[in-house]
């Protein structure tokens, strides 16, 4: 348990509405990321955060920014939602900062509907 | 780029019998590579990971891997099979560039156990 919470588990939205999703975690790691996962992809990384107001696209960033203002949290905002943004999406952070040796853990996800 | 290929999306067993799982990876340098678990509903757990040293990796649940540079490929293995380890299988290839960890993922193996 790396100490990740995402908010919230569960979310219906409606298209065009714009949505947020929260990513806390307790263990102060510098890196942070957000993936999608869809059946036949895998995980997909959407974006990623390498410090406080550090922040870089990943390869399905389209439709989707982020923000982190504190080390704690990383929000995940679907500006205007559709119906290809239906997936679930997991945050992870990233021990360590050497890259040799670091490993990524993942939180609950959240499983998101766009209507 | 990398890349992870697990050929396999869906497996049968028996409780008891013996599991082997797939991945082939490419990558130009060594590979950092990994295996995570992830039962229905929930997040990615890691069972193993790989970085360098002894290429008959241990991990959690009773689980190994044996990396082979000669063949790419970072298998999966459990010699008795639980009814508790059906789930899906997820496996990863790391690289750190510039300090972005970037893993790429496979599209999962879906295990079924049977009694």
């Known amino acids: 348990d790396a100490g990740i919470t995402q908010s919230p588990r569960h979310k219906v939205t409606e298209t065009g509405t714009p949505v947020t999703l929260r990513c806390h975690q307790t263990?102060?790691?510098?890196?942070m990321y957000w993936y999608r996962q869809d059946p036949g992809h895998g995980l997909r990384l959407i974006h990623y955060s390498y410090g406080v107001k550090d922040t870089d696209k990943g390869e399905v960033s389209d439709g989707y920014s982020v923000s982190r203002s504190k080390t704690e949290d990383f929000l995940l905002t679907l500006e205007s939602a559709t119906s290809s943004q239906t997936s679930v999406y997991f945050c992870?952070?990233?021990?360590?900062?050497?890259?040799?040796?670091?490993?990524?853990?993942f939180g609950p996800g959240t499983r998101l509907t766009v209507l | 780029a990398q890349s992870v290929t697990q050929p396999d999306i869906h497996i049968t067993v028996s409780e008891g019998a013996s599991l082997e799982l797939r991945c082939n990876y490419s990558y130009g340098a060594t590979p950092y590579l990994f295996w995570y678990v992830q039962s229905p509903g929930q997040g990615l757990q890691l069972l193993l990971k790989y970085f360098s040293g002894d290429t008959l990796v241990q991990g959690i649940k009773g689980f190994e891997a044996e990396f082979k540079r000669s063949q790419s490929s970072f298998n999966l293995r459990k010699p008795s099979v639980h009814w508790s380890d059906a789930a899906e299988y997820f496996c990863a290839v790391g690289a750190v560039s510039g300090g972005y960890q970037k893993v790429t993922f496979g599209i999962g193996t879906k295990l079924q156990v049977i009694p």
């Open positions: 992870a952070i990233r021990t360590g900062t050497s890259g040799t040796t670091d490993t990524q853990y």
């Open positions: 263990e102060n790691h510098r890196y």
